[in-house]
C-alpha cells in the first residue's frame, strides 16, 4: 500500500467515526417509545448517517451533535474538544477523499444499542471502513466504536463518540 492509500484509509476510518458520532435520531419523545422502538430510530439513523459519510457530506452528519467543549469525540488517542473543531477535521478529510477521486464504504458487523436511561442510548460498533482510489486500489481497516446519545429537544443527539482501529492497515 502506498502512503497515499494508507493516508486515505485512515481519513476514510476517521470520517466514518465523524458521522457515526455524530448522528442522530428524531421522533417521539422515549417515554412514548419502547426499547427496541428506539433501538431500531437509533439504527436507522445510523444508516443515514453512513450514507451521508460515504456521500462525503461533512454538514449532513454533524446535523444533530450537541455544541459542547468537553470532548465532543476521542480517536485513537487524540481529542475533539468541541463540535466545531470536529466538523472542520471532517470537512477537510472529506475534501481529501472528493479530490483524490477516492470512494469510501463502511460496513457494520455488529451494532448493539443499549437504553441506560429512558434518555440516553449507547450504540456499541464494530465494522470495516473500506477505501478505493480513483486508481482502483482498494484498503481496509476494522473499527470499534462508542456513541453516547441523549434526548433533547425531541432528538437523540451524540454527545460523545469514540472511535479507534482493531488493527493496524495491512499493507496489501
Known amino acids: ?3 497515499s492509500s494508507r493516508r486515505l484509509l485512515v481519513v476514510g476510518s476517521g470520517l466514518l467515526f465523524a458521522m457515526i458520532a455524530l448522528a442522530t435520531i428524531s421522533g417521539t419523545a422515549p417515554a412514548n417509545s419502547s426499547p427496541l422502538q428506539v433501538e431500531k430510530a437509533v439504527l436507522a439513523r445510523m444508516n443515514q448517517i453512513q450514507a451521508a459519510g460515504e456521500g462525503l457530506n461533512a ?6 451533535v450537541l455544541e459542547n467543549d468537553a470532548g465532543v469525540i476521542v480517536q485513537n488517542g487524540k481529542v475533539f ?3 466545531s473543531n470536529a466538523l472542520e477535521s471532517t470537512r477537510q478529510n472529506f475534501q481529501a477523499l472528493q479530490n483524490s477521486g477516492a470512494r469510501i464504504q463502511y460496513r457494520f458487523d455488529q451494532q448493539h444499542v443499549t437504553m441506560l436511561s429512558p434518555r440516553i442510548a ?3 460498533s464494530e465494522g470495516t471502513t473500506s477505501v478505493t482510489t480513483a486508481a482502483g486500489r482498494n484498503s481496509e481497516a476494522q473499527f470499534a466504536q462508542s456513541v ?3 434526548f433533547t429537544n425531541g432528538n437523540w443527539n451524540v454527545l460523545h463518540a469514540h472511535r479507534s482501529f482493531v488493527q493496524a492497515p495491512q499493507q496489501p
Open 148 to 150: 453516547l446519545f441523549v
Open 1 to 3: 500500500m502506498t502512503q
Open 122 to 124: 449507547l450504540v456499541v
Open 81 to 83: 474538544l468541541t463540535r
Open 59 to 64: 454538514d449532513e452528519v454533524f446535523d444533530f
